[in-house]
């Protein structure tokens, strides 16, 4: 695991690179996870090198304001706040690794949409995976993550949201995952996706995109790529057969082939 400081704190990353002469891709998980989401995508590396981080406030890294245990009290006010701090994040170890490709999940699309709409990082793409322009959060989950932790877990490992058809220790890791995260940051998490609304602004996304969704995903359907590609200039979009919205994880051979073909492409490679 490696480090960068920037804004007061540090945020935690783990990069792999097997030899690789694609570019390098940053992938940046979604509420409530951390790096771990993408270990199977750490199997492309010899081809791409892979980066992938912990946002503020998750897995390793130090939150909003520094330091690594904000206890109770998310370290930043969800919204735009928290999304441009999670963007500085996201540029940092960009930055640091060379990476030109951003790859997000969930609210980690939207934190890639978000830099390359407000951040002066040269990119070659962007993979927008399980994500939206618009990524509205269900009043039912909201609420429970104000007032009952252990309610929102369940409701988001209901069947078609975060998995479809996943094994057992999938979904355990996944719960336990959320837990270690923690309500406030989780909270903040979601409330920020909830505020996320770049719908107006998808002309301005001038790289190669590609919006790639599970196709049983109910918490960022297909119609919300559908929506992406039609609205960015230079966008595929693909779907996972047999997959939800954590389709990196439930479907990783099929995730890294269309991951795999999006990045020789956007490199001019076979």
């Keep these: 695991m490696e480090r960068v400081t920037h804004h007061g704190r540090d945020t935690a990353y783990r990069a792999s690179d097997r030899g690789g002469d694609g570019p390098t891709v940053c992938f940046v998980h979604g509420s409530g996870g951390s790096k771990d989401v993408w270990k199977a995508q750490a199997r492309l590396s010899d081809r791409f090198p892979a980066v992938a981080l912990d946002l503020s406030g998750h897995g390793d890294s130090d939150d909003i304001g520094g330091g690594d245990d904000q206890g109770d009290d998310a370290g930043a006010a969800a919204g735009p706040e928290a999304l441009d701090a999670y963007a500085d994040d996201v540029v940092a170890v960009a930055e640091a690794t060379g990476a030109t490709v951003l790859c997000g999940n969930s609210l980690g699309g939207a934190v890639a949409l978000w830099v390359a709409l407000e951040r002066d990082l040269a990119l070659d793409g962007l993979v927008l995976a399980g994500t939206g322009a618009k990524l509205a959060v269900a009043e039912p989950l909201r609420e429970a993550l104000a007032?009952?932790?252990?309610?929102?877990?369940?409701?988001?490992?209901?069947?078609?949201?975060?998995?479809?058809?996943?094994?057992?220790?999938?979904?355990?890791?996944?719960?336990?995952?959320?837990?270690?995260?923690?309500?406030?940051?989780?909270?903040?998490?979601?409330?920020?996706?909830?505020?996320?609304?770049?719908?107006?602004?998808?002309?301005?996304?001038?790289?190669?995109?590609?919006?790639?969704?599970?196709?049983?995903?109910?918490?960022?359907?297909?119609?919300?790529?559908?929506?992406?590609?039609?609205?960015?200039?230079?966008?595929?979009?693909?779907?996972?057969?047999?997959?939800?919205?954590?389709?990196?994880?439930?479907?990783?051979?099929?995730?890294?082939?269309?991951?795999?073909?999006?990045?020789?492409?956007?490199?001019?490679?076979?």
């Design 147 to 270: 007032n009952d932790f252990d309610r929102a877990i369940e409701l988001l490992h209901e069947p078609d949201r975060l998995f479809h058809d996943a094994p057992p220790e999938y979904v355990e890791l996944s719960r336990a995952g959320m837990r270690e995260c923690g309500r406030a940051v989780t909270e903040r998490d979601f409330r920020t996706c909830h505020a996320f609304d770049v719908r107006d602004r998808l002309g301005e996304i001038e790289v190669p995109s590609l919006a790639l969704v599970g196709e049983h995903d109910a918490l960022t359907p297909v119609e919300y790529h559908d929506y992406l590609a039609d609205r960015i200039g230079d966008c595929e979009r693909a779907t996972i057969e047999g997959a939800a919205h954590l389709a990196m994880l439930e479907r990783p051979a099929a995730f890294n082939a269309a991951l795999a073909a999006f990045c020789s492409r956007v490199s001019g490679g076979s």
